[in-house]
């Protein structure tokens, strides 16, 4: 089983473009010049404007998050890609979650 090293990409497209995204998804992340990617699988997440893509080295994903800014284009309209990995959305909601029982702590006192 070959190890893949994934990250998120976030949107702002609507559900009628879920096939192109997926394509535009997959030529962009691929594309050293364009994305800094390289060899990759793109997941499509149905009923969301969010794909998982799944790199084939930690060099490239690390590539890939380096780039200052991503975007892709979609009938002509210009959509910002925002990318991270999946751990750094766990984190976030975890800390958040910390925060919230530390002040529901504080309430019962």
Known sequence: MDE??????EGD?????AKSVKNKLQIYF???KKSQGGDCVVQYNDGSNSATILFKSSDIQDSVLSKAEHIITID?????LKVYKPSDAEEQA???GQQVSRFVTKCRI
């Open 76 to 80: 002509n309209q210009k959509i910002k």
């Open 4 to 9: 893949y090293y994934p990250i998120i990409a």
């Open 30 to 32: 691929q594309s050293k």
């Open 94 to 96: 975890d800390s958040a």
């Open 13 to 17: 497209w609507g559900p009628e473009h």
